[in-house]
Nanobody, 115 residues
């Protein structure tokens, strides 16, 4: 059974940091591109960051220099380190795994940036 379980969300003040984790099971994690998406209230889901099986990364412009995506294949886990958080980063963050025609989603974790 495929599972993607996100954790690490919460309430943080502007300028603060959070680290999201996504633990994967039920598929060949190491060959998948792993991504983080987010969806703010009233908006569509957007790609935040992605990391390929070989470790190449890409980021949406709004988070470049602030967020870092990484993966640990031995732990079957992908991370999103978020620094210098802004109120506009408030959203539900989703983990995604993609490989060929296979595409899996986690249940999401809420990140709220507010003073």
């Amino acid at each position: 059974q495929v599972q993607l379980v996100e954790s690490g969300g919460g309430l943080v003040q502007p300028g603060g940091s959070l680290r999201l984790s996504c633990a994967a099971s039920g598929f060949a994690f190491s060959v998948y591109t792993m991504s983080w998406y987010r969806q703010a209230p009233g908006k569509g889901r957007e790609l935040v960051a992605a990391i390929t099986s070989s470790g190449m990364t890409n980021y949406v412009d709004s988070v470049k220099g602030r967020f870092t995506i990484s993966r640990d294949n031995s732990k079957r886990t992908v991370y999103l380190q978020m620094n210098s958080l802004k109120p506009e980063d408030t959203a539900v963050y989703y983990c995604n795994a993609g490989f060929l025609q296979y595409n899996y989603w986690g249940q999401g974790t809420q990140v709220t940036v507010s003073s």
